[in-house]
DNA sequence: GTATCTGCAAAACATTTGCAATTCT
DNA sequence: AGAATTGCAAATGTTTTGCAGATAC
């Protein structure tokens, strides 16, 4: 908690006691989760917090470089704390998010033509391990 | 047109006028367009030409593999007739979105555990080389 | 003549915004 | 008190859906 609040500051982010559980949220749970899951979930917990102050939030932390929105999902946008490179494979079946590694760098592999990149998404979709075991 | 046609019902999909003038502008436009952008462009020429039936035919393609759908920006969707391995890079300043080639194929470098994958995309974001030139 | 295709209007859904109430120092 | 944070309700913008009318084979 005491060390939430630290890394908040250090990022110019004023630790306000919801921010630090949002914050708490995402270091516990590396889902990948969405606005709506990070609602559920915290709610129980904190009946007072309202889904415009999680919006606001992840809207502030993605600003400061806290968090990365992935768009991987067509219909809203999930949220990831890891900074280091890797990809996100996403199930057409289950909808789950997985992470996925590359064993090498990519990015001098790229051919940007004189653009500044900022920021590499990978994604994947099709049908994960589990998934494809199942029959149907 | 023919040849349109002929693509159209060799993959499975009924080739009505609508369907075949949105697959020739798709064909002639490879900047990614949105619904938006479409619509404003084909209105004109076909004044009878709904955003509902561009949504459909959209959908049908990207059911039949005809058309990739772009989730590189987070508002709209983008659509790509590419089928050749390839990324694209967002401008986060003019928003426009180009093609980025890699040198080497990267699915063999990625640790997917078991996963099945589809669909591979590649989202770059940054400044684009003429926003980057211009001073402000 | 029956299937499919089309298009309007309304609904659905995620996200943003305006603004007033609350909280913190 | 004053500035920042919060939360409700309404607005926004994209995409989907229901259904009636048009079109095609």
Redesign the interface.
Same mark, same amino acid.
């Given at each position: 908690m005491e060390e939430i609040r630290r890394f908040l500051e250090s990022k110019g982010v004023h630790p306000s006691y919801h921010r630090i559980k949002i914050m708490e949220y995402l270091m516990k749970n590396k889902s990948h989760p969405t606005v709506e899951t990070i609602y559920k979930d915290l709610h129980k917990e904190i009946p007072t917090l309202s889904k415009t102050t999680i919006y606001n939030t992840l809207n502030l932390f993605a600003e400061k470089g806290i968090v990365t $929105?992935l #768009?991987?999902? !067509?219909r809203e946008?999930r949220y990831d704390l890891e900074t280091e490179t890797h990809?996100h494979?996403k199930?057409?079946k289950c909808g789950k998010v997985?992470n $996925?590694?590359? /064993?090498?760098d990519?990015t001098d592999?790229? #051919? #940007?033509?004189?653009?500044?990149? !900022?920021?590499?998404?990978?994604?994947?979709?099709?049908?994960?391990?589990e998934c /494809?075991g199942k029959k149907n």
């Amino acid at each position: 908690m005491e060390e939430i609040r630290r890394f908040l500051e250090s990022k110019g982010v004023h630790p306000s006691y919801h921010r630090i559980k949002i914050m708490e949220y995402l270091m516990k749970n590396k889902s990948h989760p969405t606005v709506e899951t990070i609602y559920k979930d915290l709610h129980k917990e904190i009946p007072t917090l309202s889904k415009t102050t999680i919006y606001n939030t992840l809207n502030l932390f993605a600003e400061k470089g806290i968090v990365t $929105v992935l #768009t991987i999902d !067509e219909r809203e946008a999930r949220y990831d704390l890891e900074t280091e490179t890797h990809g996100h494979f996403k199930c057409k079946k289950c909808g789950k998010v997985f992470n $996925v590694w590359l /064993s090498e760098d990519i990015t001098d592999k790229l #051919t #940007t033509e004189g653009h500044i990149v !900022e920021e590499v998404h990978l994604y994947l979709k099709g049908i994960c391990k589990e998934c /494809s075991g199942k029959k149907n």
